[in-house]
């Protein structure tokens, strides 16, 4: 409300032992990753190139990059699913690689303990992770981390306007109006200020949110595409597809 | 949206040099506060307590606890305000004092940097902020910070649409309604999840979140109270000196 969001916002902190085969082929989501294996065997794959994931690192992998993942044998892993604000973008993607600091280690080991003893799902399981990921951010070379360009007024409006009614999608004359200017010059600053159209715009948005439903929460292809403001299941489909080269049911097995 | 908020959240992050007299009488406010002062000079006054703030501690203060501040001499401070999840409280209010780290310290220095290279508002610098925080939750002592019991998911759905509907109160009815159930189980399940009617809970929400305007924002008083749902600024003012004890104009000037 008052204040912009500016913390990257955690989807799902989670601690998993015996992972096996761990085959998910060509990823590709929304949403960051940061994990850490405390035993060998987890493989990432990009291209043809092969990650051996090692005890002693923790991995950072940005949202809307492909890659792969696979086991050698079953491994145990802390993996978080985060996304960063919306004006951040990182300008190489790819596979990150960060030393595991001791004090990393203890607080993973820490958050090991709470699960142990029934408190995963605590405050402190969850600041521990923001703290884990903060330090992992924090190494990212900083010339790969961008910020873009902070839009006009107008085309911050327009996007919270958006964001808002992302079950109910306002037509380009209900954005205009209700920003207060004419439609034309809307569409017009809309476009210099973004680089998309307010329904280019709408549509990734929303596409972004039924990524999200269909990898965190068990609602139907038919509800979801209701929830994120597409007529019928056919047409989110189609969309859906555009943007991430699968249909939501093949998306949401191959999670 | 898929998931719980369960990350503090962070309204402001500050650094101010030469601050004098620094005299905020009976501070109460909804947000948390955490200071690191790199000189002398700030103290904090609890009842007939005071306490020099030290250049190696990291001082937390929860939120809806009373004290008062003033400086000695000009100092030096970083500040943030946040709020933890609604659902985190702890034990027993009061000023909480933490060892300053190397880590922590280094982070404060890096904050700094970017501060004076202009880049106070980049997402670096608010990663920064978010990494300190995590430090000094997580070294409250733990058997302090409590968990109120999640409520049932007919008290979630509604406490949800009324935070949802801030601007514009949803009335009994309409929640029962939207809730899918009958007005009279809906009023006795919500009380007897949350210890409060409706009602009560929202006018509690919309005071908070009219605490926020008047710290953060330079919003009028009537359009604050238009924004938090309140017919006018009379009604809005007698409601928010029920819970704040002070009418708004004066809680502002205090902050």
């Given at each position: 409300?008052?204040?912009?969001?500016?913390?990257?916002?955690?989807?799902?902190?989670?601690?998993?032992?015996?992972?096996?085969?761990?085959?998910?082929?060509?990823?590709?989501?929304?949403?960051?990753?940061?994990?850490?294996?405390?035993?060998?065997?987890?493989?990432?794959?990009v291209?043809?190139?092969?990650?051996?994931?090692?005890?002693?690192?923790?991995?950072?992998?940005?949202?809307?990059?492909?890659?792969s993942?696979?086991?050698?044998?079953p491994?145990?892993?802390?993996?978080?699913?985060?996304?960063?604000?919306?004006?951040?973008?990182?300008?190489?993607?790819?596979?990150?690689?960060?030393?595991?600091?001791?004090?990393?280690?203890?607080?993973?080991?820490?958050w090991?303990?709470?699960?142990?003893?029934?408190?995963?799902?605590?405050?402190?399981c969850?600041?521990?992770?923001?703290?884990?990921?903060?330090?992992?951010?924090?190494?990212?070379?900083?010339?790969?981390?961008?910020?873009?360009?902070?839009?006009?007024?107008?085309?911050?409006?327009?996007?919270?306007?958006?964001?808002?009614?992302?079950?109910?999608?306002?037509?380009?004359?209900?954005?205009?109006m209700?920003?207060?200017?004419?439609?034309?010059?809307?569409?017009?600053?809309?476009?210099?200020?973004?680089?998309?159209?307010?329904?280019?715009?709408?549509?990734?948005?929303?596409?972004?949110?039924?990524?999200?439903?269909?990898?965190?929460?068990?609602?139907t292809?038919?509800?979801?595409?209701?929830?994120?403001?597409?007529?019928?299941?056919?047409?989110?489909s189609?969309?859906?597809?555009?943007?991430?080269?699968?249909?939501?049911?093949?998306?949401?097995?191959?999670?």
């Amino acid at each position: 409300m008052v204040h912009d969001k500016m913390l990257p916002e955690i989807y799902l902190t989670r601690h998993e032992t015996g992972i096996y085969p761990w085959r998910q082929p060509n990823l590709f989501t929304p949403f960051w990753r940061c994990y850490w294996n405390p035993s060998e065997g987890g493989c990432l794959l990009v291209g043809e190139r092969v990650f051996e994931m090692r005890t002693d690192r923790i991995y950072v992998i940005p949202g809307h990059f492909r890659f792969s993942t696979f086991a050698r044998k079953p491994f145990e892993q802390f993996y978080i699913h985060f996304v960063p604000p919306e004006h951040v973008v990182f300008s190489e993607p790819g596979i990150h690689e960060t030393p595991l600091t001791p004090e990393c280690r203890a607080l993973f080991l820490e958050w090991l303990e709470l699960k142990e003893a029934g408190d995963e799902y605590s405050f402190r399981c969850e600041v521990i992770a923001a703290a884990v990921l903060c330090h992992a951010l924090l190494s990212l070379p900083r010339d790969r981390m961008l910020y873009r360009e902070s839009p006009g007024p107008l085309a911050e409006r327009a996007s919270a306007l958006i964001r808002e009614n992302i079950a109910h999608p306002l037509s380009n004359a209900e954005l205009a109006m209700r920003c207060g200017t004419e439609l034309r010059t809307f569409l017009r600053h809309f476009r210099k200020e973004t680089g998309e159209s307010p329904q280019q715009y709408s549509r990734r948005i929303r596409v972004e949110a039924a990524c999200r439903y269909l990898r965190y929460s068990d609602k139907t292809i038919d509800e979801i595409a209701e929830l994120t403001g597409f007529p019928d299941r056919y047409y989110f489909s189609r969309v859906f597809r555009q943007y991430q080269h699968y249909p939501p049911a093949e998306y949401r097995r191959a999670q």
